[in-house]
Every structure is written in C-alpha cells, then in structure tokens.
C-alpha cells in the first residue's frame, strides 16, 4: 500500500452526532525503533510485543460544527480537563488532517483513561495515540458506508472475504494514522507482535503501518509476560522526540540501523526454533544498545538510573544461579520491563518481591503479558 491509499474518499452518508470508544494497549519493543525522518517514518525495523492490561481506554463524541477551518476539541483525562494536552492533539491533527478531512467539520471530546497510574514513567503516548486513530478511523467508516464502497455488495451483506478486507484496511489505515501521533503506537493495534518499518525478509512490512508479524512462533514465546519495575515515575528529563532527533548525524547511527535489521532477521529464526537463550542475548543488547545511542549522541544523556543497573545485575545473578530464562528490556527511559516465559511467573514474582522491589519507587511495579491488541468497547 502507498500513503495516497490512505487519503479519504468523499463521504457517503451524514452524520450530525454520536461516539464511539475503543482500548488499545502499550507495547514492549524486542528491537528497537530509534531514529526517524519525516514524516515519522522510522530509519530502521523495530518488532513488539503487544501488551495486555497496560492500555487506554478512549471515547470520541462528535457534534457537527461550522466548517470554519479550525479544529475544536476538548481534552479529559480520568474526567478532568486537560487543557496541557491539547497541542499534541492539535499537532496531530494537522498532522493527519489530508487523510481525515473531517476533523474540522466536528467539535471533539476526547475522553480517555489509563489502566496505568499516569504518574508511572509509563509512556501512555502508543496506548493512547493507538485509541483515538481508532476512534478517528471509526467514525471515517461510518462517514463513508464502508460497505458500499467500491468492490464492495450495496446490501450491507458482506462476505467475509471482503468483511476481512475491510477489517484489514481499517486496522492499517488505523495504525498509519497512529503512527503520525506516536511512532510506537502503530504497533499497539494487534498482536502479539507486531512489526513496523520495511525488512526485507518480512513480507507485507512497511514503514507506513505497523503489520502483525507474519511468521511461525514457537510455544516457548506465546505466554510470555511482562512485569515493569517502576523505578522512577517522574517525567524523563529528554523527551523521544529530542532522542529520536539526535540520531540525524549521531556517529553510530548508520551501523545501529544496519544492526537492528540484521537483529531481526536473527529473531525470526529464534521465533521459529524457540531457542530462549538466543532470545534474551538480541532483547537485552537491544535495550542496552538504546541507551548507548542516548549516552553518545551530541549533546548525550543518560535516562538510566541507579537502581536501573542494581536490577539489571540482579537479574543477571538470578538467572546464573537458578538457570531461569528472565531477561530485561527498557524503554527511553529508567523504568525495567522483566520478560519471562509464562510457566516461570510464580519463581519470578518471588524473586521480584524478595530481590529487586527494593529499587522500585514506593515498591511499586505493574504485571503484565503479551496480548492481541485493541478492541472496540
Ligand atoms: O514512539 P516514540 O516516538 O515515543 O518512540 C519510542 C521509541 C522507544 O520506545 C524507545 C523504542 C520502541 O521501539 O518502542
């Protein structure tokens, strides 16, 4: 598909009010997306596992307005007005205006909550960008009768070769839009994984929209879960978009996006064997290779703290003297997400308690697994 696939057609049907609410999870990525161009599209591969209790839950009310040329809207977060969130929005809407022309035809409220304390460190931008492109993408269905689209049966009787179809370009459209919020959050609509930018050994992947990865997953990684130790819960001092930013010129970057494509043709084979051990060597140099890119761009920084490091060694020990199969992964920032086969969540929530709650802020920390992605309430 081409980004002109993704531009509306003229609508079909009239629509003055209504609402439409979906959820959407977080996702965890195994290789990682770090550096992008315009417009948001990434410079390398990146592949997720989509998560399951950490999501947004958003509703889109619309009323028809005055095409006056401006957006209107309205922000809440957990039933407060957030007025600090709307130049993000904004941002995103002019962003995604071309390929949903009616954004300046309605007034908005956007009502949206987390499953996540929103002071967690827990990035909410893939969650919650992921549910309102769903939203969006929801009412632009309706505007245009999907069913009666060209190729499609006027009767409203679909087949489920083309109610699948549908569906698919829904969920695609959905995450390209997702995408021009957040790059990550275009991973956040299906699962368990999820692949975003071109590979050449994926077929159907794209820089555009993030696709379902397409291949074999032995059992060994399809209960895998995800406990997230909450090491600091305030706001990172360098936001991913300055980061993503110092990529452009970075000394290691075109070796880091060269490696990143060869980590996920390495993961595919893994994928297929099941082989753990391989598995835990690609996701933690990963994590780590995307804290060296922060700790030597110009001007550097560092987004880990201690107790960052106190887990990761800790975990380390454990997994040297107990032969489990926990590893870590991080996000921009200090918080460690602990991935863990399924059948190992009794021995590891006991080593959380016992061993790496004490570098947790307040000991608090969120279980998690990987999931199938959004859906519509
Ligand atoms: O989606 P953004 O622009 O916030 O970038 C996030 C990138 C990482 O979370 C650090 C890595 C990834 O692939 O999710």
């Not at 993704?6 to 977080?26: A, E, M, R």
């Not at 005055?66 to 957030?82: A, T, V, W």
């Not at 600090?84 to 954004?103: G, Q, S, V, W």
């Not at 996920?264 to 297929?272: R, V």
Request: glycine content about 6%; aromatic content about 10%; hydrophobic content about 35%.
């Amino acid at each position: 598909m081409i980004v002109q696939d993704f531009v509306s057609k003229p609508f079909s049907k009239h629509i003055s009010n209504g609402s439409t609410t979906w959820s959407s999870p977080s996702n965890i990525a195994l290789v990682k997306y770090w550096g992008k161009r315009e417009p948001q599209l990434p410079e390398n591969p990146s592949i997720s596992f989509t998560l399951s209790n950490c999501k947004t839950i958003t509703t889109l009310r619309y009323s028809e307005k005055k095409n006056d040329g401006n957006f209107s809207f309205d922000i809440f977060l957990d039933g407060e007005k957030k007025d600090d969130f709307k130049h993000k929005i904004d941002t995103f809407f002019n962003r995604i205006k071309a390929y949903a022309p009616f954004l300046e035809h309605y007034h908005f409220t956007i009502e949206t909550k987390n499953t996540f304390p929103h002071s967690s460190g827990i990035a909410s931008s893939a969650s919650g960008m992921s549910a309102l492109a769903l939203c969006l993408v929801d009412l632009e269905k309706e505007l245009l009768q999907l069913n009666d689209m060209e190729g499609f049966s006027a009767n409203g009787d679909l087949s489920s070769e083309k109610k699948s179809l549908l569906d698919d370009y829904f969920l695609k459209k959905a995450s390209f839009l997702a995408r021009l919020g957040s790059g990550s959050a275009c991973r956040s609509l299906q699962g368990p994984l999820v692949v975003w930018g071109h590979h050449d050994e994926i077929e159907g992947s794209t820089d555009l929209f993030g696709v379902s990865y397409p291949f074999e997953v032995h059992k060994h990684f399809r209960n895998y879960q995800d406990v997230i130790l909450l090491v600091d819960k305030g706001e990172k001092q360098v936001s991913s978009t300055i980061g993503h930013n110092l990529m452009h010129g970075h000394p290691f970057a075109q070796e880091r996006f060269k490696q990143a494509n060869r980590n996920i043709s390495t993961l595919k084979t893994i994928l297929k064997e099941g082989n753990v051990d391989a598995f835990i060597n690609i996701v933690e140099s990963e994590a780590l290779t995307l804290h060296a890119m922060m700790m030597t761009s110009q001007p550097y920084f560092i987004l880990m703290k201690p107790n960052t490091l106190k887990i990761i060694n800790s975990i380390w020990d454990f997994r040297k003297k107990t032969g489990s199969k926990l590893c870590f992964t991080l996000d921009a920032g200090a918080n460690v997400h602990v991935l863990f086969p399924g059948n190992e969540t009794q021995k590891v929530l006991d080593f959380i308690n016992n061993e790496l709650v004490v570098y947790c802020e307040n000991g608090n920390y969120i279980c998690d697994q990987i999931g199938i992605g959004a859906k519509k309430i």
